[in-house]
């Protein structure tokens, strides 16, 4: 290859336009950076939660009246605990505790921690941590964003909750949960059930809703009917709608990501073969020239099929690695509050690399396709015409 | 121009290779753990947006309302983005 006259003309070539080149590059680069970080924050958000899900419960039951959400009485977790084929029935504590009317919100999460299964995952979530003094006064575990948000307003030890009873419940703030996790956990406040009970609002035989698990997933449709039917006032919303919202949820297929890709590719397709018409007469000549001097339309081509693959796989190595790098080494700063809300800007979750080979492969056709119909249409016209007349 | 052409090579398979390695070396499996611990611990997956006081959420399990008119539907500012998602 490093004596190849064809190898040497090709890199003549490229070099000596190398101001044309690195204007199609610097577009193409932009393009592809701004589609890949989209699509790789999609992805990983995608991945992160779809994974997440599995940990949630198969079924959750809620009792609505009028879309409001009411209480759930303990009597119902008796009464879904007695069908045949159902385990785990736990009833749940949460709810959505502003600081004033319109500030900071926090999500309040009560866990039973003498039920047993919440002992390994509390100890598994945050490392060291000392079960026993936890467990003894009123002690609150908070995400990332919480304890800024409490070192921020001067609650560096605890937090006093407003109740609906209008009294002060004072929380010590025990540990942080880990920043990795604050994809999920970011605005999340764990409390024991009982202080949880307290602030929301809520009696000891009332709870938000009601999980449980159907290890036979062939039972579900009939557990799902059965359950449904036990009061009018009952809604119940199983992991399969959820594990489907969420596959829609950041699909980029899925309309607007779509909608302005096409748009954006449209956009590229115009700008280089409005450039590549821009050249028209000096490559006219060019082309003439090695046409004369014995160039078949073959040898033309394929001389311009290699200078646009070269700079193809160029502005594609470096407008996904340049994304790569923005997105899983910096965090995508403010490319991820197109995601995440515009409250996510101080404690920037970590996002899991994902490489989904078959969107690169996807963007890598497009782009290709289009950029070599855009540069190699005029070149076969001209390399079609008598050499005399092209070299006018 | 042709040792130009070998050094851009090389300096673009050195990026490929940097993306790879990083790829490779990041703990992904414990970053997703610990996203996994937290959902396992409160039963609730539900991303922490930045929602305003009238979002849902937790998209799936509670309806926003909007308290000086709490017939009307929910603004979804999200919502034209992500699409539905109700577990109705």
Same mark, same amino acid.
């Given at each position: 290859?490093?004596?190849?006259?064809?190898?040497?003309?090709?890199?003549?070539?490229?070099?000596?336009?190398?101001?044309?080149?690195?204007?199609?590059?610097?577009?193409?680069?932009?393009?592809?950076?701004?589609?890949?970080?989209?699509?790789?924050?999609?992805?990983?958000?995608?991945?992160?939660?779809?994974?997440?899900?599995?940990?949630?419960?198969?079924?959750?039951?809620?009792?609505?009246?009028?879309?409001?959400?009411?209480?759930?009485?303990?009597?119902?977790?008796?009464?879904?605990?007695?069908?045949?084929?159902? &385990?785990?029935?736990?009833?749940?504590?949460?709810?959505?505790?502003?600081?004033?009317?319109?500030?900071?919100?926090?999500?309040?999460?009560?866990?039973?921690?003498?039920?047993?299964?919440?002992?390994?995952?509390?100890?598994?979530?945050?490392?060291?941590?000392?079960?026993?003094?936890?467990?003894?006064?009123?002690?609150?575990?908070?995400?990332?964003?919480?304890?800024?948000?409490?070192?921020?307003?001067?609650?560096?030890?605890?937090?006093?909750?407003?109740?609906?009873?209008?009294?002060?419940?004072?929380?010590?703030?025990?540990?942080?949960?880990?920043?990795?996790?604050?994809?999920?956990?970011?605005?999340?406040? *764990?409390?024991?059930?009982?202080?949880?009970?307290?602030?929301?609002?809520?009696?000891?035989?009332?709870?938000?809703?009601?999980?449980?698990?159907?290890?036979?997933?062939?039972?579900?449709?009939?557990?799902?009917?059965?359950? &449904?039917?036990?009061?009018?006032?009952?809604?119940?919303? /199983?992991?399969?709608?959820?594990?489907?919202?969420?596959?829609?949820?950041?699909?980029?297929?899925?309309?607007?990501?779509?909608?302005?890709?096409?748009?954006?590719?449209?956009?590229?397709?115009?700008?280089?073969?409005?450039?590549?018409?821009?050249?028209?007469?000096?490559?006219?000549?060019?082309?003439?020239?090695?046409?004369?001097?014995?160039?078949? *339309?073959?040898?033309?081509?394929?001389?311009?099929?290699?200078?646009?693959?070269?700079?193809?796989?160029? /502005?594609?190595?470096?407008?996904? &690695?340049?994304?790569?790098?923005?997105?899983?080494?910096?965090?995508?700063?403010?490319?991820?509050?197109?995601?995440?809300?515009?409250?996510?800007?101080?404690?920037?979750?970590?996002?899991?690399?994902?490489?989904?080979?078959?969107?690169?492969?996807?963007?890598?056709?497009?782009?290709?396709? &289009?950029?070599?119909?855009?540069?190699?249409?005029?070149?076969?016209?001209?390399?079609?015409?008598?050499?005399?007349?092209?070299?006018? | 121009?042709?040792?130009?052409?070998?050094?851009?090579?090389?300096?673009?398979?050195?990026?490929?290779?940097?993306?790879?390695?990083?790829?490779?070396?990041?703990?992904?499996?414990?970053?997703?753990?610990?996203?996994?611990?937290?959902?396992?611990?409160?039963?609730?997956?539900?991303?922490?947006?930045?929602?305003?006081?009238?979002?849902?959420?937790?998209?799936?399990?509670?309806?926003?309302?909007?308290?000086?008119?709490?017939?009307?539907?929910?603004?979804?500012?999200?919502?034209?983005?992500?699409?539905?998602?109700?577990?109705?």
């Amino acid at each position: 290859m490093g004596n190849n006259p064809f190898f040497h003309f090709l890199a003549l070539n490229l070099f000596g336009e190398r101001r044309k080149h690195l204007g199609v590059i610097g577009l193409s680069v932009l393009l592809i950076f701004l589609l890949s970080s989209t699509l790789f924050i999609a992805s990983s958000l995608h991945t992160s939660l779809l994974r997440a899900l599995e940990k949630e419960p198969d079924f959750v039951v809620q009792r609505v009246r009028g879309d409001h959400l009411l209480p759930v009485p303990e009597e119902w977790v008796d009464e879904i605990a007695e069908l045949h084929g159902v &385990s785990r029935v736990v009833p749940r504590v949460w709810g959505r505790y502003h600081t004033e009317p319109k500030g900071a919100s926090f999500l309040i999460v009560g866990i039973d921690f003498l039920e047993e299964q919440s002992h390994p995952e509390l100890a598994k979530l945050v490392e060291g941590i000392d079960l026993r003094k936890f467990l003894t006064g009123k002690k609150m575990l908070v995400g990332e964003g919480v304890a800024h948000w409490m070192d921020a307003h001067f609650y560096p030890k605890a937090f006093s909750f407003l109740t609906p009873e209008g009294e002060f419940l004072k929380v010590e703030r025990f540990a942080m949960l880990p920043a990795e996790s604050s994809l999920l956990s970011r605005d999340l406040v *764990i409390l024991p059930i009982e202080s949880a009970r307290k602030i929301l609002g809520l009696k000891e035989t009332e709870s938000t809703d009601i999980t449980f698990n159907v290890p036979n997933d062939d039972e579900w449709g009939n557990i799902q009917d059965k359950v &449904s039917a036990m009061h009018y006032d009952l809604r119940i919303i /199983s992991k399969k709608e959820s594990r489907k919202a969420y596959a829609e949820l950041f699909n980029y297929k899925g309309g607007f990501f779509l909608v302005l890709y096409l748009i954006v590719l449209l956009a590229f397709v115009l700008i280089l073969y409005q450039r590549a018409s821009q050249v028209y007469s000096q490559e006219k000549r060019a082309i003439g020239i090695l046409r004369a001097l014995g160039w078949s *339309i073959r040898d033309v081509l394929k001389l311009k099929i290699y200078e646009t693959l070269s700079v193809v796989f160029a /502005s594609f190595v470096l407008g996904v &690695s340049l994304a790569y790098g923005y997105v899983f080494v910096l965090d995508a700063p403010l490319l991820r509050q197109i995601f995440l809300g515009s409250g996510s800007g101080e404690c920037a979750p970590p996002l899991v690399p994902v490489l989904d080979f078959s969107i690169l492969t996807s963007i890598f056709l497009l782009y290709a396709v &289009s950029f070599l119909a855009a540069v190699l249409i005029p070149v076969w016209r001209i390399a079609v015409t008598d050499p005399k007349e092209a070299m006018l | 121009m042709v040792r130009a052409y070998y050094f851009s090579a090389l300096f673009l398979l050195a990026l490929a290779l940097a993306v790879v390695g990083h790829y490779l070396v990041t703990d992904r499996e414990g970053l997703q753990r610990s996203i996994d611990g937290v959902a396992a611990l409160t039963g609730l997956a539900s991303p922490a947006l930045g929602v305003a006081w009238y979002e849902p959420r937790l998209r799936r399990f509670e309806a926003a309302f909007n308290p000086a008119y709490p017939e009307l539907l929910p603004p979804e500012r999200q919502g034209f983005i992500y699409g539905e998602l109700y577990g109705k």
